[in-house]
């Protein structure tokens, strides 16, 4: 499934419950389920959040091991590259060899994990207003000339309606009542997944938030309570919740601690 949330650790993390509820659930409503546990684990974040607060643990990150640190984001990074490969061409990186039996997943990786690389170096090299840019302008320019290239490809022989994202035609927003189907939710597997799946987030979210107060309190020279500001994270993300959305600051709030000086 292709999931939006405001996070891509949460969106890969949101993707495999999916794929778990279809499998555990083939019965109840796949998407009802899937927003029910979204619900009940963008509420327990909040709700730990606030309680770090409350207990006045805010300082904590000061004294979390540099090497568990980066373990927990070298764990993000590659739950976020094994769901880009997949998306980009079928293939997870678990399954290196799918990659050899068709030219068009191998082209299709090869040219992602290109494009990928070209974004980091520009991101890495740039700073200011163009390292903000150089995204949105990436994506422009790339999805204009894919768009070129569909238009010349009946000139030239060549198929490229495989590189792009096709969503079922009979889906709409105004079906979205009736696609609910919270009648037919597995309470139990949303619950069971949306518990797995704030356990695995909370600990990477929650020093993704504190690494960024840390960088502002240093970067400025300025005293940050910690424990309020996470209190103030955690009532954000239950205002948040009846819209099914779960706001993180994992991997944004690391580039923002790192370009700050954390």
Same mark, same amino acid.
């Given at each position: 499934?292709?999931?939006?949330?405001?996070?891509?650790?949460?969106?890969?993390?949101?993707?495999?419950?999916?794929?778990?509820?279809?499998?555990?659930?083939?019965?109840?409503? #796949?998407?009802?389920? &899937?927003?029910?546990?979204?619900? !009940?684990?963008? $509420?327990?974040? =909040? *709700?730990?959040?606030? +309680?770090?607060?409350?207990?006045?643990?805010?300082?904590?990150?000061?004294?979390?091991?540099?090497?568990?640190?980066?373990?927990?984001?070298?764990?993000?990074?590659?739950?976020?590259?094994?769901?880009?490969?997949?998306?980009?061409?079928?293939?997870?990186?678990?399954?290196?060899?799918?990659?050899?039996?068709?030219?068009?997943?191998?082209?299709?990786?090869?040219?992602?994990?290109?494009?990928?690389?070209?974004?980091?170096?520009?991101?890495?090299?740039?700073?200011?207003?163009?390292?903000?840019?150089?995204?949105?302008?990436?994506?422009?320019?790339?999805?204009?000339?894919?768009? #070129?290239?569909?238009? &010349?490809?009946?000139?030239?022989? !060549?198929?490229? $309606?495989?590189? =792009? *994202?096709?969503?079922? +035609?009979?889906?709409?927003?105004?079906?979205?009542?009736?696609?609910?189907?919270?009648?037919?939710?597995?309470?139990?597997?949303?619950?069971?997944?949306?518990?797995?799946?704030?356990?695995?987030?909370?600990?990477?979210?929650?020093?993704?938030?504190?690494?960024?107060?840390?960088?502002?309190?240093?970067?400025?020279?300025?005293?940050?309570?910690?424990?309020?500001?996470?209190?103030?994270?955690?009532?954000?993300?239950?205002?948040?919740?009846?819209?099914?959305?779960?706001?993180?600051?994992?991997?944004?709030?690391?580039?923002?601690?790192?370009?700050?000086?954390?």
């Amino acid at each position: 499934p292709f999931i939006c949330v405001s996070d891509s650790f949460m969106a890969v993390l949101f993707a495999a419950s999916a794929n778990n509820i279809a499998r555990r659930a083939p019965d109840a409503s #796949l998407l009802g389920t &899937l927003a029910v546990a979204m619900v !009940i684990c963008s $509420t327990v974040l =909040a *709700l730990g959040y606030i +309680a770090v607060g409350v207990l006045r643990m805010g300082k904590a990150v000061q004294f979390v091991p540099s090497p568990v640190m980066a373990g927990y984001q070298a764990s993000i990074g590659w739950l976020m590259l094994d769901s880009a490969s997949t998306l980009a061409s079928g293939c997870s990186l678990k399954r290196p060899e799918c990659l050899l039996q068709s030219a068009e997943r191998g082209t299709l990786w090869l040219l992602a994990a290109g494009l990928g690389t070209v974004l980091y170096i520009k991101q890495q090299r740039l700073t200011g207003v163009s390292r903000i840019l150089v995204l949105p302008g990436m994506l422009f320019t790339v999805t204009l000339a894919f768009q #070129l290239a569909l238009y &010349l490809q009946p000139q030239h022989g !060549i198929d490229l $309606t495989g590189w =792009a *994202l096709k969503p079922p +035609a009979h889906q709409s927003f105004l079906n979205l009542p009736s696609d609910l189907h919270l009648s037919a939710v597995s309470w139990k597997v949303a619950t069971n997944e949306a518990l797995l799946t704030a356990l695995t987030a909370f600990v990477p979210n929650l020093l993704g938030k504190l690494l960024q107060y840390s960088a502002l309190e240093n970067r400025f020279d300025c005293d940050v309570d910690y424990n309020l500001e996470i209190r103030h994270a955690g009532f954000s993300q239950l205002v948040s919740v009846p819209a099914i959305m779960t706001p993180t600051v994992t991997y944004l709030g690391m580039v923002v601690a790192w370009d700050l000086g954390a």
